[in-house]
Structure formats: structure tokens, C-alpha cells
């Protein structure tokens, strides 16, 4: 059983570029989430996706948008990045529904100076 | 508002020092209340999930309590092999879609 994969791990961009981060879900695991989490912080909730569809947002700007496929990989994009935006981005897939646990990935350190 | 706040933010223990980690939370109602180690530039891996009031769950040197207000992560006789952050993470009914995480507990164990 293969676990959850993220691309790239690390990453350095200048502000005003977009970024594009990847995540490959764990072997039947149809939701995909993705956080954000600062240095010494707990991850924060960005969005959800099932079924190709977002179904859950937090208090992000729309600049954070993604995309989950068919094979129930995904993507996170950020367009006009800040300086605030640098942290790890976490993938985590699950099965949906109750009583279902979620899956981290390793992360991406996105870095913008 | 849904609200998770862990305490201490850190701590160091003599390897075989036990102690425990407390997770407090607030929320509309409790779908899971769920624990992660992480260690540095690591994703959060899963360690437990609780669900209900008297509920305990172990794991070799780990075991997890919930009442209906916090939950406390035991940790008996460790080693330096356990020294990580250690998370806690509520899933509520308003919001069942996503995990709000307290900023996490910061464990050194010395040998």
C-alpha cells in the first residue's frame, strides 16, 4: 500500500510568481485535502476535494486554488505569491466519510523571497 | 468558533520520565478528536483517533484519554526515539470536512 506522495519537497519562488504543487493520494483514498502550516505552527485547513470538486474551503484567498483528477491525484496552485505564503503544504487523502482517518504526505517547504 | 489549544508547548523529560500532553477543545459537536506525531520537515503521522467521552486508545509507550473537553496524550517510561511535535486535532459537525489542529506539543526526550 503506497502512502501519500508530494513533489517537489522543497521549493524557492520570488514574490508575484505562481507556484504549482503536486500530490498523489494514497492507494483508495478518494479526498484530498491540503494545509498550511507556518514554522512552529499547527496545519491550517485550505480546501478539500471529492469527486473532482471542491467541498470545503478555510479562510483563504481565492489566489489558492486546485485541482483533483480523475486518479484522485491533485493540485494546489498560488498565484501571486507573498512573502507570507512561505511554510510546508500538506497533502492528506482519506476515504470519505465518517470514521475515516487522514494520511499526510511529507510535505512541500515552499520558500518566497 | 471551533478551537484546539494544547499545552505545554514544550517539554523535555529524562528518558523513562513519564508525563503526560493535554489537547483542550472546543467544538460543535465532536466527529473525531485525532493525535499526530510529527517530526521536523515531516508530514503529521497518524497515531489515534477518539471519538467518544471515556475512550482510551494505546500504542506501544502511548496511550490517549478523551473526556468531553480535552484529551491527554500519556506517555510512559520514553525514549529519545520519541522526541518529536506531537498534534492534536478536532473534527467537528460544522465544519466535518476539515481538522483544526492546536499549534502542537514540542517533546525532547535526553538519554
Known amino acids: 500500500e503506497t502512502g501519500v506522495t508530494q513533489s517537489p519537497t522543497h521549493l524557492i519562488k520570488t514574490r508575484g510568481q505562481q507556484v504549482t504543487l503536486r500530490c498523489s493520494s494514497q492507494?483508495?483514498?478518494?479526498?484530498v485535502s491540503w494545509y498550511q502550516q507556518a514554522l512552529g505552527q499547527g496545519p491550517q485547513f485550505i480546501f478539500q476535494y471529492y469527486r473532482e470538486e471542491e467541498n470545503g474551503r478555510g479562510n483563504f484567498p481565492p489566489r489558492f486554488s486546485g485541482l483533483q483528477f480523475p486518479n484522485y491525484s491533485s493540485e494546489l496552485n498560488v498565484n501571486a505569491l507573498e512573502l507570507d505564503d512561505s511554510a510546508l503544504y500538506l497533502c492528506?487523502?482519506?476515504?470519505?466519510?465518517?470514521?475515516?482517518?487522514?494520511?499526510f504526505g511529507s510535505g512541500t517547504r515552499l520558500t518566497v523571497v | 468558533e471551533d478551537q484546539v489549544t494544547q499545552s505545554p508547548e514544550a517539554l523535555r523529560l529524562q528518558e523513562g520520565e513519564s508525563s503526560s500532553l493535554n489537547c483542550s477543545y472546543t467544538v460543535s459537536g465532536l466527529r473525531g478528536l485525532f493525535w499526530y506525531r510529527q517530526d521536523p520537515g515531516k508530514g503529521p503521522e497518524f497515531l489515534f483517533t477518539?471519538?467518544?467521552a471515556g475512550e482510551e486508545k494505546e500504542k506501544e509507550r502511548l496511550k490517549a484519554t478523551l473526556t468531553k473537553k480535552e484529551s491527554f496524550l500519556h506517555i510512559t517510561a520514553p525514549k529519545p526515539e520519541d522526541s518529536a511535535t506531537y498534534l492534536c486535532?478536532?473534527?467537528?459537525?460544522?465544519?466535518?470536512?476539515?481538522?483544526?489542529f492546536g499549534s502542537g506539543t514540542r517533546l525532547l526526550v535526553r538519554p
Open positions: 486535532a478536532v473534527r467537528g459537525m460544522d465544519s466535518s470536512y476539515k481538522l483544526i
Open positions: 492507494s483508495g483514498h478518494n479526498t
Open positions: 492528506a487523502s482519506s476515504l470519505y466519510g465518517e470514521g475515516y482517518g487522514y494520511t
Open positions: 477518539l471519538y467518544s
